[in-house]
Each structure stands twice: as C-alpha cells, then as structure tokens.
C-alpha cells in the first residue's frame, strides 16, 4: 500500500495519468463523497448483514489480555460511541467502491487477501481487532503477534508491526475522511514486541490538510509503561466511484 501511495501521488499530480492525458490532483468534495452521507460510506465498511467471515472475531489462540481488552470495547461500542470494525479477506469487500477512471487495475486473482489476513491459521500470524471512534477520528488497535511474525529469536518482526500499523492507518484514514493510499510513513522503534503477546495501537488524524490525512500512532502494552512504537504516517484522500451495474 505504501508504495502504491507514491505511484498514485505521481500520477495524480503533474504527470501523465495512465489513460494518456495530463492529471492534476482531484479536489474531494466532501457533500457529495460516495455520492451520499457519511453515514452511507459507513453502512458500505459495516454491513448490517452479510455472509463474509469476520477475522476480528476472538478464536482460541488470543490471550487473556486479548479476550479482556475486546471485552472491554465491546462494552464502549454500547454507550461510548466506539465502533468495532469487521475484519473482510479483502478490501474489495469493506469498500465495495471502485478507484477513479485510469487507476483501477484489472485482474484474474479471484482470492486477493490483506496481508495482514494472509495467514490462516489461528494464532500463528496476525491476531488482531479494531475499534473506531468517529467523533474523534481515532482508533485502537488490539494486535497479538504470532510465531510466525519472528524477527530476533522470540521477539516480532519490526516489518511485520509495521504492515499492522499501515493496516490500522489505512482503515481509519478511509473512515475519518475517506483516506486510501500511504504517502509517507515514518517509525521509531523503542523496544522489542515478545511473540503471543497483546500490543495496544493509539492512532489518531491530527489534521486534515490539502487532501491529507495526518495521523499518529503509538504502539504500548495495555498497562501503558512499556512503548515499543512510535510512528506518523500521511494519507491521500480519494473519492471512489460506484460500481457498474453488470
């Protein structure tokens, strides 16, 4: 996604989109975003019903910490204006939108994955849920990496936390204002992250500038005196476009 968030800024800007002609940034016009409210992009992201299987849903593998923690947002989503986001195999199938004319991209895969939804087996990979809070443009993430994230013998791979944080910015960048693709994004690591253990992610939207998103996140363990992460990341904000009647 990273990467693709700089091709796309150069294609948007000053040079020549795909289709052949020049392309300038397009301005986002918030009324008429997905072509309705903010509420409409949110029934999209949150189907009330739907027979997709939900990945952020607890299995036998998560921890104590885990289970409690989701135990205790669950219980905010009731009275606090938290809400917890379903976790889909792909994101054709959260956003159900399609990119601008000249951007979208063809293909015959038919099982496309999130990466950080391409190990299926419980407890071995990425372990996680979300909560989203949309008055406040934050969310928090619960991430319990499994062995087969390692990097230093019993410890997680630095680029494997980094996959889970651009995950985390993507989606509330999309939800906070309709941000899709990493412009930058900047990590310093404070400490090692064991295996099987639970991470809390702070991520919030600084600001919103110029068709930017802002957002900072600050990885911990839930009694907050251990940081193991710090980061900053900027989005592109992009208006989709409705599928095509087949």
Same mark, same amino acid.
């Given at each position: 996604?990273?990467?693709?968030?700089?091709?796309?800024?150069?294609?948007? #800007?000053?040079?020549?989109?795909?289709?052949?002609?020049? /392309?300038?940034?397009?301005?986002?016009?918030?009324?008429?975003?997905?072509?309705?409210?903010?509420?409409?992009?949110?029934? /999209?992201?949150?189907?009330?019903?739907?027979?997709?299987?939900?990945?952020? *849903?607890?299995?036998?593998?998560?921890?104590?910490?885990?289970?409690? *923690?989701?135990?205790?947002?669950?219980? %905010?989503?009731?009275?606090?204006?938290?809400? %917890?986001?379903?976790?889909?195999?792909?994101?054709?199938?959260?956003?159900?939108? %399609?990119?601008?004319?000249?951007?979208? $991209?063809?293909?015959?895969?038919?099982?496309?994955?999130?990466?950080? /939804?391409?190990?299926?087996?419980? #407890?071995?990979?990425?372990?996680? $849920? !979300?909560?989203? @809070?949309?008055?406040?443009?934050?969310? !928090?993430?619960?991430? @319990?990496?499994?062995?087969?994230?390692?990097?230093?013998?019993?410890?997680?791979?630095?680029?494997?936390?980094?996959?889970?944080?651009?995950? =985390?910015?993507?989606?509330?960048?999309?939800?906070?204002?309709?941000?899709?693709? =990493?412009?930058?994004?900047?990590?310093?690591?404070?400490?090692?992250?064991?295996?099987?253990?639970?991470? !809390?992610?702070?991520?919030?939207?600084?600001?919103?500038?110029? @068709? %930017?998103?802002?957002?900072?996140?600050? !990885?911990?363990? /839930?009694?907050?005196?251990? $940081?193991? =992460?710090?980061?900053? #990341? $900027?989005?592109?904000?992009?208006?989709?476009?409705?599928?095509?009647?087949?």
């Amino acid at each position: 996604m990273i990467r693709r968030g700089f091709q796309l800024a150069a294609r948007l #800007g000053h040079h020549r989109g795909l289709l052949g002609d020049p /392309r300038i940034l397009p301005r986002l016009n918030p009324a008429s975003a997905f072509g309705s409210s903010t509420d409409s992009m949110f029934s /999209r992201f949150l189907p009330e019903k739907t027979d997709l299987k939900d990945d952020a *849903l607890p299995d036998a593998s998560w921890c104590l910490n885990m289970l409690s *923690l989701d135990q205790e947002f669950l219980e %905010k989503t009731k009275s606090s204006g938290w809400i %917890k986001l379903p976790s889909f195999k792909s994101n054709g199938d959260h956003i159900g939108l %399609k990119l601008p004319s000249g951007l979208a $991209v063809s293909s015959d895969k038919g099982d496309c994955r999130i990466f950080t /939804r391409c190990i299926q087996v419980e #407890g071995q990979g990425f372990e996680y $849920v !979300v909560f989203f @809070q949309p008055s406040k443009k934050k969310s !928090v993430c619960l991430f @319990q990496p499994g062995p087969y994230l390692e990097g230093p013998p019993g410890f997680t791979h630095g680029g494997s936390l980094a996959a889970m944080m651009d995950e =985390t910015f993507s989606k509330t960048a999309f939800l906070a204002g309709e941000g899709l693709f =990493t412009l930058s994004f900047n990590i310093r690591f404070k400490n090692l992250i064991p295996m099987s253990s639970l991470v !809390v992610m702070d991520i919030e939207v600084e600001k919103i500038e110029d @068709q %930017k998103l802002y957002m900072s996140c600050l !990885v911990h363990s /839930r009694d907050q005196q251990t $940081v193991y =992460t710090k980061s900053s #990341g $900027v989005f592109l904000q992009l208006q989709l476009e409705e599928e095509s009647p087949q």
